[in-house]
Every structure is written in C-alpha cells, then in structure tokens.
C-alpha cells in the first residue's frame, strides 16, 4: 500500500521480555517520528530521524527504549526488558520534507503494545 | 518551553450544531500549527494547517485561524454531521508537540 504501515498491530509481552516494534514509511520521506500515546492521552513525541541519521531522542523514555533506520527507510523501535508501564500504542510518522518535520506527517495504524 | 493545552472531553452535540474545540500553545519562535484527526480504528490524519500568524487553515467545513495576540488556534465548523465523530488532536511543530485531543460524537 501507500501509506505507512507499522507491524504488528498488536503485541502482547510479559513483563521483562523485549520487544522490536518495525515501522514501513511511505517510499522516499526523508522524515521519520515515533511517539507513544497512553490511552486517552494525545501522542508523545520519542524520537525523530532525517534519512538514517537520529536526530532528536529526547522523548526516550529511558534507556530501554532504542530506535534505529539503519538504510534511512525502515525503522525499528526496540524496547528491552518492558515495564507495565510500556503498555500504549506506539505511532510511527513519515514526513517528504525538511526542514519543517511536521508538514505534511503521515501516520501509520500503530502498534498497540499490552505488557502483561 | 512549548506546550499545547487543548480543550478536554468528551464533545457531544447533535448534527448541524455548531463546533469549537479550543487550542492554545506556548512556543519558542514561530511555529506551525495542525489539528489531525483520529477516526475510529484509522491512523492519525492531517485535516488542517497555518503556517504563520493570522493564516486560516480550512479542509471539509472546518476552519481554524492561527492568531498570534492570543497563541490560540482553535478549531471551527458550522454545522457538524455523524461522520465528524471522532478525536481531535491540536499539534505544533516545534519540538512536535500534540495536545491530550478532543473526543467528538455527534448524534443524529
């Protein structure tokens, strides 16, 4: 399809296990975000990448959580040892432009992640 | 620093009532502003933008107009219908900041 998809939709994971959470942006955007958004609460900006390069972590949460975009397309969100805490969906954003980030961001579905 | 405060929720009205969602930010510089909307079961999606002071961003009957003097950028329609019905997030791009978002139902 055309727009960003993220993968999977859904993850359940017990507390302590690790997970990666992947995110397909749309062909040829050179801007990628992920954010976490709580359950009634609006997204929280995580981290932003201009093609490979990651150039805002500050919303990281903690050291546990680590992104990637190794080839300056795909993107991996990696939370290890996960906390209840973690539970939320996790949004992916893709963006053609720069340097304004947010013209123009398209978002994907979401993961939604349950730390049980 | 910069912050979004968006009015909260949840909105009931009923169709072709007429719709504010209130928005103000604080911000360094300039920023853009944005209202996405969140349809239930789909992606966030962009449904307006302003780029500068006093620009007036419209798409599908909505309007908001981006005023400097009192750092608001609150959302309009003027007769909202069933499939308005959905979850309102008022965002700026510095540091891409998104308020708590507004829950809108519209019944018939």
């Known amino acids: 399809g055309a727009g960003v998809s993220q993968s999977p939709r859904y993850k359940v994971a017990k507390r302590g296990q690790d997970v990666a959470l992947r995110c397909d942006p749309i062909?040829?955007?050179?801007?990628l975000f992920w954010y976490q958004q709580a359950l009634g609460q609006g997204p929280e900006f995580l981290t932003y990448?201009?093609?490979?390069?990651?150039?805002?972590k500050s919303g990281l949460p903690s050291d546990r959580f680590f992104a990637e975009r190794p080839e300056g397309s795909v993107s991996t969100l990696k939370i290890q040892r996960t906390q209840q805490e973690d539970s939320a969906v996790y949004l992916c954003?893709?963006?053609?432009?720069?340097?304004?980030?947010?013209?123009?961001?398209?978002f994907g579905q979401g993961t939604r992640l349950t730390v049980v | 620093g910069n912050s979004v405060t968006q009015m909260e929720g949840p909105v009931t009205l009923s169709e072709e009532a007429f719709l504010t969602i209130n928005c103000t930010y604080t911000?360094?510089?300039?920023?853009?502003l944005f209202w996405y909307v969140q349809y239930p079961g789909e992606g966030l999606q962009l449904l307006l933008k302003?780029?500068?002071?006093?620009d007036k961003g419209s798409n599908k009957g909505f309007e908001a107009t981006y005023r400097k003097e009192t750092t608001s950028f609150h959302l309009e329609k003027g007769s909202v219908q069933v499939s308005d019905s959905a979850v309102y997030f008022c965002a700026l791009s510095n540091q891409f900041y998104f308020g708590t978002g507004t829950s809108l139902t519209v019944i018939p």
């Open positions: 954003a893709s963006s053609p432009l720069r340097p304004d980030p947010l013209t123009e961001a398209f």
């Open positions: 062909s040829g955007h050179v801007s």
């Open positions: 990448f201009q093609n490979e390069a990651q150039l805002d």
């Open positions: 302003a780029t500068k002071a006093d």
């Open positions: 911000a360094t510089g300039y920023p853009s």
